[in-house]
T-cell receptor, first 113, second 113 residues
């Protein structure tokens, strides 16, 4: 079973920041928080990941609470192309089966013009 | 860099027939995954290869599903015989042996009638 809880759907106005929450209250000390998204009819796409510090890349920012029990993915200026299902995942990093990704149902983000 | 390639993109078969899917991972990626994604759900891992060895096939229905990666590069996933509930998108993903993110292919949409 997935170790994360996400709202099933959200919407956001184009040009505004989209803030997607994720709860992972049972996260272990060696587990990272990963975000992927899946645009319709495509395979999932990696967005960002972090352990305990906030992270930012060209796609998004990841804010992880100090107790690591929740996080927020921020898309700073949402566009229509950001409409997708967003998956929050916790996993260990490595090459054994323990590092596998377990997807939940994700959050369906709709960007309105 | 070329992405993960999959073929065919779409396949329609009748129940009890057999079907095979092909995946060519990103060059140099030692780890390869097959996922099943039923409509409205997140992808579910079926099998994980490391080079040509199986790391995890605990979720693979071995009575009808089989997969191989003979030379540690390309992989095939076979279903024989197919059931109606096998209708889904079959995703292939790959990543480097240590670290790195999973890169997903576009998937094969299977419809069993």
């Amino acid at each position: 079973d997935a170790k994360t809880t996400q709202p099933p759907s959200m919407d956001c106005a184009e040009g505004r920041a989209a803030n997607l929450p994720c709860n992972h209250s049972t996260i272990s000390g060696n587990e990272y928080v990963y975000w992927y998204r899946q645009i319709h009819s495509q395979g999932p796409q990696y967005i960002i990941h972090g352990l305990k510090n906030n992270e930012t890349n060209e796609m998004a920012s990841l804010i992880i609470t100090e107790d690591r029990k929740s996080s927020t993915l921020i898309l700073p200026h949402a566009t229509l192309r950001d409409t997708a299902v967003y998956y929050c995942i916790v996993r260990v990093v490595g090459y054994s089966s323990a590092s596998k990704i377990i997807f939940g149902s994700g959050t369906r983000l709709s960007i309105r013009p | 860099e070329a992405g993960v390639a999959q073929s065919p993109r779409y396949k329609i078969i009748e129940k009890r027939q057999s079907v095979a899917f092909w995946c060519n991972p990103i060059s140099g990626h030692a780890t390869l995954y097959w996922y099943q994604q039923i409509l409205g759900q997140g992808p579910k891992l079926l099998i994980q290869f490391q080079n040509n060895g199986v790391v995890d096939d605990s979720q693979l229905p071995k009575d009808r599903f089989s997969a191989e990666r003979l030379k540690g590069v390309d992989s095939t996933l076979k279903i024989q015989p197919a059931k109606l509930e096998d209708s889904a998108v079959y995703l292939c993903a790959s990543r480097q042996l240590v670290g790195g993110e999973q890169y997903f292919g576009p998937g094969t949409r299977l419809t069993v009638t």
